[in-house]
C-alpha cells in the first residue's frame, strides 16, 4: 500500500510540465511586449519633449523680434509722424502681448523655467512702459527719445528682457538635453531586458511544446511495483 502510493506521487504526467512551460512562456512574451510598448510611451513623449522644446523657442524668437519691432516704430514715429508706425505699434505691441501669454503657459508647467519668466514679465513690463510713454508723447520728439535710446539706464530695460529670454532659452535646452540622455538610457536598458524576456519565453514555449507533443505518463524515479508472489 505504502509502495504503491510512492509510486502514484512520483509518477508525473510530462504533458502538465509542458501545459505549465507553455503558460509560462505565454506570461514571458506579454511581459517583453509590456516592455517594447513601455519604449514606445518614451520615444512618443520624447517627441513631445522635441515640440515643447520648439514651442518654447519660438515664443521666445517672436518676443524678441517683437520687442525690436516696438523700439523700432517708436523710433519711426518720433521721426517721421507717420500714423502707419502708430498702427504698426499697437499691431506689434499686441503681438508681443499674445506671445508672452503662450510663454506662460509653457512656463507654468515647467517649474525650472517659472522664476525667469516671472524675471520676464516684470522686464517687458517695465520695457513697455518706457516705450508706451514715448509713443505715448505724440510725433516730433526726436531728441525725448534718442535720450531713451542713449541713455544706458534705459538701454538696461532691453537687455533685462533679452538676459531673461538667453536664461529660459538656456534652461528650456538643457532640461531637452538631460531628458533625451534619461530616455536613451531606459531605453536601451528596456529593450535588453526585453529582448532578454522574449528568448526565455521562446526557450519555454519550445520546452512546453516539445513535452507537450512527446510526453506521455512516466515515473521520474523508477520504483517498480512488487509483483505478488
Same mark, same amino acid.
Given at each position: 500500500?505504502?509502495?504503491?502510493?510512492?509510486?502514484?506521487? @512520483?509518477?508525473?504526467?510530462?504533458?502538465?510540465?509542458?501545459?505549465?512551460?507553455?503558460?509560462?512562456?505565454?506570461?514571458?512574451?506579454?511581459? !517583453?511586449?509590456?516592455?517594447?510598448?513601455?519604449?514606445?510611451?518614451? /520615444?512618443?513623449?520624447?517627441?513631445?519633449?522635441?515640440?515643447?522644446? @520648439?514651442?518654447?523657442?519660438?515664443?521666445?524668437?517672436? /518676443?524678441?523680434?517683437?520687442?525690436?519691432?516696438?523700439?523700432?516704430?517708436?523710433?519711426?514715429?518720433?521721426?517721421?509722424?507717420?500714423?502707419?508706425?502708430?498702427?504698426?505699434?499697437?499691431?506689434? @505691441?499686441? %503681438?508681443?502681448? !499674445?506671445?508672452?501669454?503662450?510663454?506662460?503657459?509653457?512656463?507654468?508647467?515647467?517649474?525650472?523655467?517659472?522664476?525667469? *519668466?516671472?524675471?520676464? *514679465?516684470?522686464?517687458?513690463?517695465? @520695457?513697455?512702459?518706457?516705450?508706451?510713454?514715448?509713443?505715448?508723447?505724440?510725433?516730433? +520728439?526726436?531728441?525725448?527719445?534718442?535720450?531713451?535710446?542713449?541713455?544706458?539706464?534705459?538701454?538696461?530695460?532691453?537687455?533685462?528682457?533679452?538676459?531673461?529670454?538667453?536664461?529660459?532659452?538656456?534652461? *528650456?535646452?538643457?532640461?531637452?538635453?538631460?531628458?533625451?540622455?534619461? !530616455?536613451?538610457?531606459?531605453?536601451?536598458?528596456? %529593450?535588453?531586458? !526585453?529582448?532578454? /524576456?522574449?528568448?526565455?519565453?521562446?526557450?519555454?514555449?519550445?520546452?512546453?511544446?516539445?513535452?507537450?507533443?512527446?510526453? +506521455?505518463?512516466?515515473?521520474?524515479?523508477?520504483?517498480?511495483?512488487?509483483?505478488?508472489?
Amino acid at each position: 500500500m505504502r509502495e504503491s502510493l510512492a509510486v502514484r506521487l @512520483h509518477t508525473i504526467d510530462l504533458r502538465e510540465f509542458g501545459v505549465s512551460a507553455l503558460v509560462a512562456a505565454v506570461a514571458l512574451f506579454v511581459a !517583453a511586449m509590456a516592455m517594447l510598448n513601455q519604449n514606445v510611451v518614451e /520615444i512618443r513623449q520624447s517627441f513631445t519633449w522635441v515640440e515643447r522644446a @520648439h514651442a518654447v523657442q519660438t515664443r521666445i524668437d517672436t /518676443i524678441n523680434a517683437r520687442l525690436a519691432g516696438v523700439e523700432m516704430t517708436v523710433r519711426g514715429f518720433a521721426l517721421t509722424g507717420d500714423p502707419m508706425f502708430l498702427r504698426r505699434y499697437n499691431q506689434t @505691441h499686441g %503681438y508681443l502681448t !499674445a506671445a508672452m501669454r503662450e510663454l506662460h503657459n509653457l512656463a507654468t508647467v515647467e517649474p525650472a523655467l517659472q522664476a525667469d *519668466e516671472a524675471d520676464l *514679465e516684470m522686464a517687458v513690463a517695465r @520695457h513697455g512702459a518706457l516705450y508706451g510713454s514715448l509713443i505715448g508723447l505724440g510725433p516730433q +520728439r526726436q531728441s525725448i527719445v534718442a535720450e531713451a535710446i542713449t541713455d544706458p539706464a534705459k538701454r538696461r530695460l532691453t537687455a533685462g528682457v533679452i538676459n531673461a529670454l538667453n536664461r529660459m532659452e538656456a534652461i *528650456e535646452q538643457r532640461l531637452l538635453a538631460e531628458r533625451h540622455a534619461d !530616455a536613451e538610457h531606459r531605453a536601451r536598458t528596456t %529593450y535588453r531586458l !526585453a529582448f532578454g /524576456i522574449a528568448g526565455l519565453a521562446f526557450l519555454a514555449g519550445s520546452l512546453g511544446f516539445a513535452l507537450t507533443l512527446f510526453g +506521455r505518463r512516466r515515473s521520474l524515479f523508477a520504483i517498480p511495483p512488487k509483483s505478488s508472489a
